[in-house]
């Protein structure tokens, strides 16, 4: 199973910027699948995430800048990050999320994690 981000770079304040993340070796389409970010010198930390039904969740610092939207056909997850300012530089981390299928959550289940791509946004 690989989960595959791209899409990262260096971008202005105030300007957009999408990223993707392609899982293959597994069918995600009853999943949750979402984002994460680490800053430097901080912890790992939740934005985003789609569940195979659609519903989304956001982390309260990227919600109304950012969206995530999913291509389940082609085991695909995106975000489009709008409006960006220079503390949403980090590493971006996709991930699928087994403890999600469809509706139901469940503590036990794997997560998927992808290798990340650097997002820096310049003042």
């Known amino acids: 199973v690989q989960l595959q981000a791209s899409g990262g770079g260096l971008v202005q304040a105030g300007e957009s910027l999408g990223l993707s993340c392609a899982a293959s070796g597994r069918d995600f389409s009853t999943n949750a699948m979402g984002w994460y970010r680490q800053a430097p010198g901080k912890q790992r930390e939740f934005l985003a995430r789609m569940t195979s039904t659609g519903s989304t969740n956001y982390a309260d610092s990227v919600k109304g800048r950012f969206t995530i939207s999913r291509d389940s056909a082609a085991n695909t997850v995106f975000l489009q990050m709008n409006s960006v300012k220079p503390e949403d530089t980090g590493v971006y981390y996709c991930?699928?999320?087994?403890?999600?299928?469809?509706?139901?959550?469940?503590?036990?289940?794997?997560?998927?994690w992808g290798q990340g791509t650097l997002v820096t946004v310049s003042s």
């Open positions: 991930n699928a999320d087994l403890r999600f299928r469809g509706r139901s959550y469940s503590t036990n289940g794997r997560v998927f």
